[in-house]
């Protein structure tokens, strides 16, 4: 085996400070200063001088709201050169915000700015159609932010509100906070949408903005609260 078999899969040049490294994998530009929040063991290689901090402070102080069963599933990195971080095989998604905001389900958090407003907040409106509360991640700000997809996701645009995009809660990965949402709900027992006895739901979005949806439906990890 040559060297030059290889060179196709060694990384290039940055050009963006989150950008993908084939479908599975994202690589960051560090930089001093520049910190990033990773989930927890995603790290899979790093080039240059980079530090990681364990449930840094900053994710303390949510911890009590992130249901994990392990703690807080975040590491502070910091320092210069290029970390690459993987969750498992998952399709990758890196997304420029500016100025804006993401409702993002936590499950599918690979890594963000550090320097972007963040927290767990509940999703309002859902327990009536789902029977229970659903709680996310809200990103605010300007930076970068990377998710994980099972499986090559779709990013719907909305567009100006014409029409309404619906999308099965459980495959869900995140959308723009300041999307109009309401719920739908089908007590059709022929019904063959979503999953389960032929009851359905569905979340209606409308307005400027996008949603992520993964071609997946499995909601056994979704970021829920405690009790």
Known sequence: MTQQQLSGYAPTPPAARMENHGNAMVKIAMQSGQDVFARTGSMVAYEGFVQYEPNPPAVRQMASQWLTGEGAPLMKCSGDGLLFLADYGADVVCINLNDDALSVNGTNILAFDAHLQW???????????AGQGLFNVGIAGTGWVALTSRGTPIVVDCGRGEDETYVDPDALVA????LKMKGKRSFKASSMIGRGSGEAYQLGFS????????P???STDRLRARG
């Open 175 to 178: 959308w723009s906070t300041n």
């Open 216 to 218: 997946s439906e499995d």
């Open 207 to 214: 307005g400027q903005g996008f949603v992520v949806v993964q």
């Open 119 to 129: 927290g767990v907040q509940r999703v309002k409106g859902m327990a009536k159609f």
